[in-house]
């Protein structure tokens, strides 16, 4: 089976390394992906700049060139940033922008309205949410009006489902992600996620699985394997993010 990664950190101490809530994450280079993932059939997948990372480019470049053309970048930008720089990140692989709620370290939420439509008018960039999914009520009326979303981790709390499935179920997608991290019921949220949209689901390894009480593990492949039909899987663990990124 095919994957697509969707969400995966590489942490380069050769650039900017911003400690986050008292967290420092450890080295994780291309390198050391490539040989953890040897055996995962991993086709293409998004890189993801972390809080840790801020709003540093180079890195995400570097790695970008490193992974190949079927790999992509998702970055944390200012709203002060330049069309040029934009465009220029677009060139380079760049294809989605990220709002860290739950960690920090890249751009307010105040500004999802206006930043999330600059970024897809110029370059057709979705926006990435990682924000507990019990906050979505708040901001659903803007997510809903906005051209394309997904968030990360399934939401992560069981409070929040009901919401995550209402904005579902109006196109916004959702990384099936960071298992080991969160707080609801697995098997429970991705059927429900896929009943509620079959498009929106889209898996990711989250390594380095940094800050998570526990790491991923093939056992999660193995969870889709076991929940869905062989057609189900591979949208989930392929074509919906291979369609959604590039």
């Known amino acids: 089976m095919k994957i697509f990664d969707g969400h995966f950190h590489i942490i380069d101490f050769d650039f900017p390394i ?6 420092t994450p450890p080295i994780y280079e291309v390198s050391d992906y490539q040989i953890e993932t040897t055996d995962l059939n991993i086709q293409g ?25 079927t790999f ?23 294809r989605a922008l990220r709002f860290n709620i739950k960690r920090g370290g890249s751009e307010k939420l105040s500004k999802l309205d206006y930043f999330a439509r600059r970024v897809y008018d110029l370059v057709g960039w979705h926006s990435e949410l990682y924000i507990d999914s019990k906050d979505l009520p708040e901001i659903a ?3 809903e009006k906005l051209p394309a979303v997904s968030i990360d981790h399934l939401g992560l709390s069981e409070e929040g489902l009901t919401y995550l499935l209402k904005l579902v179920d109006k196109g916004v997608r959702v990384k ?17 996620i896929y009943e509620a949209n079959p498009d929106s689901l889209m898996f990711g390894t989250d390594l380095p699985s940094t800050r998570a009480k526990r790491p991923f593990e093939y056992a999660d492949i193995e969870l889709i394997q076991q929940l869905f039909d062989e057609q189900a899987t591979e949208k ?9 990124y590039l």
């Open 45 to 69: 997948g998004a890189i993801v700049s972390g809080s840790f990372q801020g709003f540093d480019q180079d890195y995400l470049l570097k790695a970008l060139k490193q992974m190949g053309p």
């Open 141 to 143: 009326p803007t997510i």
């Open 236 to 244: 989930i663990l392929y074509t919906n993010a291979l369609k959604w």
């Open 72 to 94: 992509c970048g998702v970055t944390q930008l200012p709203s002060t940033v330049t069309d040029d720089e934009i465009v220029n990140l677009h060139n380079n692989g760049v």
């Open 176 to 192: 099936a992600t960071g298992f080991g991290r969160i707080e609801l019921n697995v098997e429970n949220a991705l059927k429900s």
């Open 18 to 23: 911003i400690k986050n809530q008292g967290y």
